[in-house]
């Protein structure tokens, strides 16, 4: 059965270091969606792909965090310089439709010193 | 924008009771509601979904029912085993936009 793949699973780092996620969706999925997890609540959005392009990064600090699809395939989401708040599960998800379900990656867990 | 609110944040059941989670959305053009279980450490599954055109959905143990009217909806689990405990999530969602709930974290106790 197809998966959203992401690594790494987990990151520990200092705050003002960079890292760097990286999520490759189901194959044939267009959509690709970023979101940001903090413990105890629900998904919040940071950024949406269809295929190269954002259709909405409204929620993407956009001083610090990045995004990209270059091939609207793959994607990377960087976050230069952390900051402690920035701790939380991030989490990308796929879809293939506009109407279709969306399949979430098992996340990666940013923890921040 | 849409604005989900779930309740309760918590539930804890006995083995073999039904439990209940309710879910109310704010925008009416919101056309499909999906639930995700979420377990420790992993990311969000999907158990079931709904469309704005049903009022009810059924697989085997997990319902979940939709009122469009009232703006809410809820998932039922009946005959709850200890492996249902998790957080779960509803969503609503309109064209590719789609918002979640808090999370309710269920406790089925042996």
């Known amino acids: 059965e197809a998966e959203v793949a992401q690594s790494p699973r987990y990151k520990i780092t200092e705050k003002s270091q960079a890292v760097a996620f990286w999520c490759d969706p189901i194959?044939?999925?267009?959509?690709l969606y970023w979101y940001r997890q903090i413990l105890g609540q629900g998904p919040e959005l940071l950024v949406q792909?269809?295929?190269?392009?954002?259709?909405?990064d409204s929620q993407l600090p956009k001083d610090r965090f990045s995004a990209e699809r270059l091939k609207g395939v793959d994607s990377t989401l960087k976050i230069q310089p952390a900051e402690l708040g920035d701790s939380a599960m991030y989490l990308c998800?796929?879809?293939?439709?506009?109407?279709?379900?969306?399949?979430f990656g098992p996340g990666t867990r940013l923890t921040v010193l | 924008g849409e604005n989900v609110e779930q309740h309760p944040s918590t539930l804890s059941v006995q083995e073999g009771d039904s439990a209940v989670i309710k879910c109310t959305y704010s925008?009416?053009?919101?056309?499909?509601f999906p639930w995700y279980k979420q377990e420790l450490g992993k990311g969000p599954q999907l158990i079931i979904d709904?469309?704005?055109?049903?009022g009810e959905k059924k697989d085997q143990r997990i319902a979940v029912t939709l009122n469009k009217t009232a703006k809410h909806f809820s998932l039922h689990i009946t005959e709850t085993q200890p492996e249902d405990s998790a957080v779960y999530f509803c969503a609503a969602s309109w064209y590719n936009d789609m918002r979640f709930g808090a999370g309710t974290r269920l406790t089925v106790k042996p």
């Open positions: 194959s044939g999925h267009a959509t």
């Open positions: 709904i469309r704005s055109n049903v």
């Open positions: 792909f269809q295929d190269e392009s954002v259709v909405d």
């Open positions: 925008d009416s053009a919101s056309n499909y």
């Open positions: 998800a796929s879809r293939r439709g506009t109407y279709n379900e969306q399949f």
